[in-house]
């Protein structure tokens, strides 16, 4: 009885067990009849107990186990072996509808239950379909990949094929088959296994999860030499893990392309550059028979005059005169193939003005008289001297006399010209005036163009190249100035030509940055002429302020020049040997502070002083002047020259005791107060002072409060408790803005506080001056 | 008399320069390349030397050297004279020992002036 018990608990534990089993399970007997099933099956298949239990399992749910694959299953496979997985059975039930269940079967020997099947159901109906969704996604990004025209590799950790898209199957000719699961590298027969994609794949991929544009140039067996733009990306993707996605650009057109484009950009440029060399070439050899010509008929004329054949004369007279006017033409052909060249230079000198215009005047009038007009000279008295080239000021200006007169008939031409102050600059200006056919809005548009005139028929009618206007303005360029014209239809035109007064030959290697700019395949490399007088080389890379520095420098008399950047201005220095360098702090190519250290290391350089400029944020502020390298603190000298005075003792030379811990910076000062009749003590450091002014009781005391032992500020303190010392004025010179307490505890113990300069054009003027004084001084010294 | 010798392969050039200054008054010697016009400077020792640069055999400014480094000829004035308007050649030329230059087309007033100069700068020398 108590076995028997224990026996139906243990089935009853069974059954609990059974129950809890969340798969559909049905426990068979050999002759496919339910013994039992479990919870999981009833609830899920919505069927009793009393409709399930000992029926045939075809019979089970009015027949909706009767599947011909269920039959073959348990009819054929289980009576032959003892188990069977995963069999996958899909079938629509009448009541829970279509569904996919996986099957598994285990037979047991259950003591007096005999044989049984124990047939576990798993509805893998959700997981197949989310496995459908998967497969249609992974299609779908596959057939994106495919789309691609650009060959794709996918390659996993491994660096191995996981797939490809099919670009990359046609581009390098190859097959699915030898492509997937295969190293990159063992590809088309080892076509990849390219020592750079290597360098790539295994060294720089694995620390970085993208790289781009690398571009591989290679002999690929199947498709020959090609250049590839490989970027790559490396992907999470999911259960795949880490992926990484490698896109192959094929540029090798476009490479080639390119390389065209530069081969004829560069035949360009040969062939612009043979053209100017065929025109200068052509005009020399144009000049030299042109030469003959003329030199013969000048020699025919002075002999007929001797011999007082006058009609003979008058005739070689006309050969003379188109023989120069052919010249002339030949010569602008020149001048503008030069200038295009880049090999136009300017020959700068001082001349008058009025001589000027008084010869061009004489020169001009007979051809002005031709058309029946009067030349009105008008030009304002005292003009002076300018500085330029005059060659090309005369040729502008008879370009421009010559052109009044072509074009105008019984009528006025007027020149005048004038001394005129613009943008803190001095400038000549002329202006030649006409009452003649005048231009059209269109025509002004063309008239400096080179080879154009106003109008194609104007060249029948006036003759002339067309050149002349495109030579005045493109001269009037090169000095830094320019022609512009206001013109009325039928009442006349004004040209007006604007040169500064100075030209310096800074506007001429402005110009020349420009041209490199234009040109950058040919360098900076023009070589300049070497000035004859000593020049200030301004190095900054800004050409605003080159030009602002440039235009004060000369109009304090310097002359200047520039360069555009470090590397340039290195170069210049050597050239140009000049007396002082201002150097931008600020320069993109290489900065002020390595600019200075590579002019300090030149031992043919070292000795020239460098002030050193630096931007300040504030645009109005103009630049201030940051630490020199001589100079250390460019002090406002005018201010404080006149504190000198104030403070100048009744018999000179007065003691004044300077205290300086930069020796550069005490020498500039010293020379700044000796200049000022002051006879100068030094100390190189305020302990050093005050051992000093024991001896000799200075008049005044020149102070840079950053001196080294003891603070200037200690320093004053110690002055003022001095009974003998306390009404010594004392000038303190601060290389920054001084704190508040600083200020304070200084009080009303020292007389001035220099800081150094800021938006101080004067301070720099003063500071070159001052610099340039000192070289030349050091130069005689050598 | 003041000798002038003209060193210039041109013909024309030659035949007109030479007779131009003959008008004037000197006494013109002719060479026909640079060679030659050293032999020349040598031989007739001209009071000044008119050197045309492009020159065949010999050019100008090796010429002028050669004069300017043998002391029977060093004193003696060179003009370059010359068809390229540029001031490297005129630096060229001077740095070649030229004591003046001149571009062609020949302005013979002006070349005249040059030659005075020389002329006379020269002889002012001899005198100190």
Known sequence: MARKRSVEDIQTYAQDIVDTVREPLLMLDTTLRVRSANRAFYQTFKVSSEETENRLIYELGNGQWDIPDLRTLLEDVVPKSSVFNDFELEHTFPIIGRRIMLLNARKLQAGHHGELLVLAMEDVTERRRSEADLEAIETYAQNIVDTVREPLLILDKTLRVRSGNRAFYQTFKVSLEETEERLIYELGNGQWDIPNLRTLLEDIVPKSSVFNDFELEHDFPAIGRRVMLLNARKLQAGHHGELLVLAMEDVTERRRAEEDVAKAKEAAETANKTKSLFLANMSHELRTPLNAILGYSEMLHEEAVEGQMDALGADLDRITVAGKHLLALINDILDLSKIEAGKMELFLESFDIGEMIDEIATTIRPMVDRNGNTLHIASAPNLGTMHADQIKVRQGLFNLLSNAGKFTQEGTITLDASRQVMDEREWIVFRVADTGIGLSPEQIVKLFQDFTQADASTTRKFGGTGLGLALTRRFCQMMGGDVTVHSVPGEGSVFTLKLPAVVTDGADLLAAAHLDLAHPSEGSETVEPMPTQDCVLVVDDDPVQRDLIQRFLSKAGFCVRTAAGGEAGLRMARLLQPVAITLDVMMPDFDGWSVLAALKADAKLREIPVIMLTMVDDPDRGFTLGAADFATKPVDWERLCQILRKYACPNEPCPVLLIENDGVARATTRSILEREGWKVSEADGAKVGLESMRSERPSLIVLNLSTLEMSGIEFVEHVRQHHEWQSIPIVVVAADELTPEDKERLGSSVEAILYRARNSQEALLEQVRDQVSQGTRMRRGR | ?128
Not at chain 2, 10 to 32: H, I, K, P, Q, T
Not at chain 2, 42 to 48: G, N, T, W
Not at chain 2, 78 to 94: C, G, N, P, Y
Not at chain 2, 95 to 120: F, H, N, Q, V
Request: aromatic share 4%.
């Open chain 2, 1 to 128: 008399m003041t000798k002038i010798l003209l060193v210039e392969d041109n013909e024309m050039n030659r035949d007109m320069l030479s007779r131009r200054l003959e008008r004037r008054g000197y006494v013109v010697v002719l060479a026909f390349d640079g060679q030659s016009g050293v032999e020349a400077a040598r031989s007739q020792l001209p009071d000044l030397v008119l050197m045309d640069m492009s020159l065949p055999v010999l050019d100008g400014w090796e010429a002028t050297r050669r004069l300017k480094a043998d002391v029977i000829t060093a004193q003696m004035p060179v003009i370059a004279l010359t068809a390229h308007a540029m001031s490297s050649d005129r630096e060229k030329a001077l740095e070649a020992g030229c004591d003046d230059y001149d571009t062609k087309p020949i302005d013979l007033p002006r070349l005249l002036e040059k030659i005075e100069a020389l002329l006379l700068g020269d002889k002012r020398n001899l005198h100190d």
